[in-house]
């Protein structure tokens, strides 16, 4: 399921990555459609927010630039 979700994520990524600026705005879309998606999600905020951080902590979601590989 996570995999899944990462899928998904980063097609909406590529889709509106041209209208925002920064990544940080990109990442307030993400928040606000699945808040706006999903009721439950909205009753856990912090940790909502904390998992998709995660994913792009872990290099899950996002663009990744001349990465260095070990």
């Known amino acids: 399921m996570y995999e899944s979700v ?3 994520f980063q097609l ?3 889709s509106k990555r041209k209208d ?3 990544f ?3 990442m307030e879309y993400l928040i606000n459609l699945l808040f706006n998606r999903d009721p439950i999600l909205c009753q856990h905020k912090r940790l909502t927010r904390a998992i998709l ?3 792009y902590w872990n290099c899950d ?3 990744v630039d001349n990465a ?3």
């Open 24 to 26: 940080d705005e990109v």
């Open 6 to 8: 990462i899928d998904e």
């Open 12 to 14: 909406k990524i590529i």
């Open 61 to 63: 979601i996002g663009k």
């Open 68 to 70: 260095e590989t070990e």
């Open 53 to 55: 951080f995660y994913m």
């Open 20 to 22: 925002y600026q920064t």
